[in-house]
Every structure is written in structure tokens, then in C-alpha cells.
């Protein structure tokens, strides 16, 4: 017998390496932090001996979702303003409530309450985009989650910075400072093509290149936003990124509803990333990825809910489900975006995008320990003749019972270890008092 | 003070009529299982006396759903072959499952897992389209819950009938025997118009106009029906029934995936009325029925989550959320579809099409007393700017805590009070092995 700090014993295990793969009555065997052994229970049980061990007789057991787009703050907008014009709900109701409540403490209560959101529904890793990110890392180190944090830099005048130049510098006084901790990473965040001139661009690429940093950029959101580019560069955004030799491994761009056949093969040819969030543009009615030939591309796709204020949750179960369903009517075939496709997006594609893929987005020998666990004895995920299937398209997020990050249990039976919710909950109300007062 | 059999006491309460509007800490009034009265909170304290009393300090109150299109005992097929071709589909997987398992005990099973479901996620009331309509008619009432059961009338052999006459034969006698009670209605079920030829049709029309019987109809699923209506009776299947005279506001016409103008104006002269399925719809590539110029045109439209072998599953949130998200990239305006457009479609507009508006789809005076109730502190619904955006956008179906059904709470804090939910689970499990050993 060998000792172990941790085993899982689950009914089913999904590992997403190998593709498509259901593990009966599996168990993980977990030491410092990371996985050192997946073998049957019958196995295990004979060959290793834990602490802490977690019969998980009704689950299936899988990595740790990566919500590959996110403004985590922006849940407190949640529900603000719905059902509007994409420029209407903006300049009329965000950004004033932006202006009106931007500052640290919107930004740790907001995180607060993105986070306990994101953890009660399966996320483990999450990619950010908003600002205060010297913050929003220390937020997340308190949670112990694992996180991109991009910082954002824009030209528009925001409550963080006047110009791109001052976002910039911010960014780079960031840097410095470092990150809290090993789960943590900063990244470039330039707002979109539209909100960043050439001369900010080619300080962020250089940057990128001397720090190795991934940037994480909103392109091709909107058609408006493409024929604005054609306007005023002649150019389509993404040949504009392309020219300015902006393309890379270590970008990601988000969204990609507008499309063509030569900006695959730019995204192709570079090895940019895509992020898809399939509920914010239907939502905004901005248009719809191509997320099959995007994969057929063999280009990498994430999966993101985008910030609350538009989506309007930060749930990667609806996500990964509205993905499947409207990558089949895009590609007008019931057999693209399966439920193992949007699965691998939403766990492996979020790490690669996130150049994490050596430790996170699947279960394998000597990875983290970041894995989750949900119960799928309920009424509304039985028979479970796939489980792969019950997940994708007839799971709650509400199912998700445990969820550990680098060995560490921030989830347990259903209830946050490291975030008081009911705090939360007043932090929340307490907000929208403030900003419906303003109002 | 007045006695009353229950009063409830909602943080928030939607009427549905009048439109749009939300209610702050307001009650209902409820005796002999009928609303007596909604009127403030503060006044029904001072008002009226009852020995069962509510306080839902953090919930909102508001009509159940109708789940206007379902095929229940399917429930037990529930994943069984997903991401699949529709023909493949039903040839290769669910007609062979049917020939395997339908009969009086698996109607039975397969009502219990999905009225546990249903009635767990706020549905009061179905639209039933299965065999066996005396079988399911029995269930519904041991249940308490509130359906139209429609009668299946098919042309391709089943299980149940060989041919569309003897299919219309069991109906008839399964009318000459009776519905269990008031709650429940039957319904002619005609399986769609490629299945039923015109004799079948024109016994069906005046069965429907001598009873003053519904009609229950897949219409316009697929480009494909559509195309084969075409070259078979070289018009399109709609303009077919109108030629037949069968479209009448006893119609429900489900799916209309394919709509033309001229389609549209049918509907709208003849008072049809039209089931929106989105989920199945889009999983299966079928199309998208234009929600939004259906309602400009005045036509009545409810939603149906389909069967739980195509979606998977029986959650008319998600379905509201799908239909809101989709609808405005159908009709590619963000404006389009709103959070109160889906919830009206969900609980008035079903009542509408199943001929129940004056007892159910709003909460008014003199209504039955069925509705629901919903725990909106969750840290995935806060802050509450508006409740309507956050049952649609951002809700779980597990945050449903109590349903009434004419006055009879049938979920009790979660709990099921006349269902086991436990033996559901363990039928579940017992029919999939079954299922599987005959693979």
C-alpha cells in the first residue's frame, strides 16, 4: 500500500484525453497537489492508502471548467438593463453605471460574488477582462481559484485610465508588482481592434513578445465593427491585427461572429485562438461563430460567458449547451459541435488557449488537481445511458457538488470553503441599492 | 378579518396580466382553490385570516409554466442517442427502443420521471403527445397535475396501433371513457401531416368540431416535410390543411420551424395557434421558427421543451432562455424576444392555446390557484434589478421551491408531496439496463 494525500472514487470518470472517453468506477489518486495515478476502484483501493478519501457513488468526475471570457465585476450589473440595442445598452446604461461605481471596492465585491458563482457552478480557471487587475489577482488568490487576468487598455476615457497610454502604464506598474501566486498569470487586454490605434498595438505586441504574455482581445464582435474597420483602415480588423503582425499562439481572440474564409485562414496560419460566447451574441444579436469550421480549421476554440451584465450568468453548463445546439443549426447538421466537442472546449481548448494544457484541462498523470464533481442521480439527468450527453444537454450547474483546485477543496457538498456566500448575497443588494439610488 | 383556506406572501409577484408588471411584496388571497384576491402584503395581513400561510421573503411568485409540447414517457430514453442525423436518429435508435419497451408499463414509469421533473422545474401544466393517452390520463391525476393528453393518430405501425384508423378507433373509446377530472382534457393528436393522409384528417376535423376537441400537431418541423408536402401533394402541408379546412384556433400547430408570409397569413386568419420547441429544434438542425414576426402578426404562440429523448429534458427555463437568445438572432435585433415576451409565451400563451386562459396563464382574481414559486437569493440571481430578466436570463430550474396546482401544493420546499422521487431514480436506472441488455 502507498500512501496518497487524496483519492476520488467516482461511478464515472471523464478524463477528455483520450477524446470522448467514459471511465467506469475509476478513481484518481492525488499527491502534492497533483494527479498521480487514474485506475479502477478495485485498483486503487488495493494499491493506495489516503487521508482523505471521497466515495463519489452518483457523479461523474471531470476537469474543472475554463470560462475562457469573463468581466467578473460586471456581476453586479446583472440584470441591470436587458433586451436593448447593443449602443443603447452601453452609453445609456453600463457605462454610466461604470462611471457611477467603478473603484476597488465595486471591484473585490463583484469578484466576490463572480467567483462564487463560478465556482458553485463547476469553473475552476477563468480568463478576466476588466479593470483594477492588481486587484482582481488578489481577489483571486484569496479564493484560490486559478485565473488569466487580463488588463485592460483601451483609448476610450474610462474611471481606470483617460487614454490607452496611462492603461498601459498600469499594466506595466502590474507586471512589477507580479502575481500573487503560481495560479495566477497576467495578460495583455487590449479592449477590441476599434478601441486600440497601431501605435498602442505595437507596444502591447512587443511587450507580449519580451514576457512571453497572452493578450486577450475582443475581435470581430459585430458586423457594425467590421464594416467600421473597412472604413476607416480599408482593411477588415483581424487583416489589420494580421499586418501588423499581431497574430499569434499567444493570442486570444474573442467572440469571431463575423467570419470569412481568410480570416480562418489568418487565425489558421498564426495559430490564434478563438473564444466563443454563443449566449452574449445571441443575446446582442451580434451574430454566430462558425464554430465547426473554426475546428475543422484545426484552430483551438474556447468557450466564455462573457461578463453577467450581458449574458446574464457566468454559467458554463448553458454556455457549453447553447454552443452545441446553435453550432448545429450554423453548420446546419445535427452531428457537428457534439456534446464531447463543446466539452473539450470548455475544459482543454479554455487551457491550451491559456497555454495551461501541461497542467489543467484534463485529467492525466501529473497534472493539477483541479477537478470537479457532479451529481447526476437527479430527476432530470436520469436514465444515464452517456454522461458526456447528460452534461452538455440536460445538467444544471446547480448538480455540481464538489470542486477542488490544485488539490485544494474550495467546494465541498455544495458549499463554498473560501467565500462566504451569504456575504455575497448582502454585497450584492447592498450595490444595487447604491446604483438604483443614482439612477 | 376574512377567512381564507391559504394566504401567500411573495417578496415579488408577476401577474402576467398586466403585462410587464412585478409586484413588490404583495399576496394572494386563495380559497375553495381559486385566487380571491391580490392586494399588498400589508393589507392582506390586516385583511384576511388563513391557517396555511407562506412567507416567501425571498422569492417571487408567479403563474406555472405550460409546457405546451412534450412527449413524457420518452423521458426514459433521455440521451440515448444524441448528435445524431434525424432519420439515423429515429430509425437507427428510438424506433427500435419504442418496439423494445412501449406498454402500460413503461407509459406508467416514464410519467412518474418526467412529471417529477416538471413539476420540480414549475410546470403546472403539459401538452401531452404519446401512446396510451388513458394510461397517461391516469397518471396525470394520481399526480395532481394539469394536462392535455393527446390522443397519438399515426398512418406508419406502432407499438400501439397498426394503422392511423385504429389508432383513431382507441381514441374514441379512450373519449367514451372519460377524463379522470377537471384538470384534465383530451386532445386529438394527429402525428403530423405526413403521417395522417386527408381521409384521417377529415374524421379528425369533425370528431374536433362534433366534441369540441383540440388538435395536437407536428407542422412544418423540418425543410424537409415541407420539400416532401411539395412533391407529393404539390403544395406546401399548411396550405394543404387550410384546403382542408383543419386549421382552426382548435390547432396546435407545433414546431413551424418553415414559415413563409403566406404560411403566416394562414395561421393568422384561421386563429391557429403556434408551439415554438427551440432546444429540439436546434438540435436537430430543423430551423428556427420566426418568433417575432408570429407574434407581430397576432398569432398566438406558446413553448414546448419536446421530448427528453431529443433535448434532454423538460426545464421550461432553459427553453424560455433559448427561445429569448434565439429569437433575437432570427430577427437579428437585440430588442426582439424579450424576457417578457418568452415568460408570457411560457405561461399565458400556452393557457391560450390549450383553450385554458380563463382558469390559468396569469394570476387574477378568480383564477385557479396554480402557481409557482421562486428562491431568486442565489448567488447567480443577485442583485434582483429585475426579476423577469432574472427568471429568464440568469435562473436555475432548481430554484423553484414550491408549485400549486388548483390550490394543492404538490413541491413543498423542494420536495415532491405526490411523487416518489426516489422510486423515479430507481425506475430510471432499471429500464436503462433493461434498454441496454437488448442493444
Redesign the interface.
Known sequence: MQNVEMLIHARWLIPIIPRNLVLDYHSIAVNHNKIVSILPTSEAKKQYHADKIHELNDHVVLPGFVNTHTHSPMT?F?????????MD?LENHIWPAEVASINPEFIRDGMQ?AM??ML??GTTCFNEHYFYPDIIAQCVAEAGMRACVGMLIMSVPTPYSQTAEEAFQKAEHCLAKGSPNSLIQFSLGPHSPYATDDSILLKIKKLSEEMNLLIHMHIHETADEVERGLKEYHKRPLQRLAELDFLSPRLQAVHMTQTSDEDIKLLQQSGTHVVHCP?G?????S??CPVQKIRHAGINIAIGTDG?AS?????MF?EM??A???G??V??????T???DVLEMATLGGAKALHLEHEIGSLETGKSADFIAVNL??????????PI??LV??C???QVTDVWIAGKQLVKNKQLQTIY?NQ??AI??S??SK??SHK
Do not use: F, I
Open positions: 453586479l446583472r440584470g441591470l438593463a436587458d433586451d436593448l440595442k447593443l445598452w460574488l462564487a458563482e458553485l457552478s449566449e451574441n445571441l443575446k446582442l444579436a451574430g454566430c453577467a449574458n446574464n450568468n457566468l454559467d448553458g449547451r447553447t452545441a445546439l446553435l448545429k443549426m453548420a446546419n447538421d445535427p452531428t457537428a457534439s456534446a464531447t442521480n437527479e430527476v432530470n439527468t436520469q436514465p444515464v445511458y452517456n450527453s447528460q444537454y440536460a444544471h450547474s446547480t456566500q455575497c448575497l450584492a443588494q450595490w444595487q446604483l438604483e
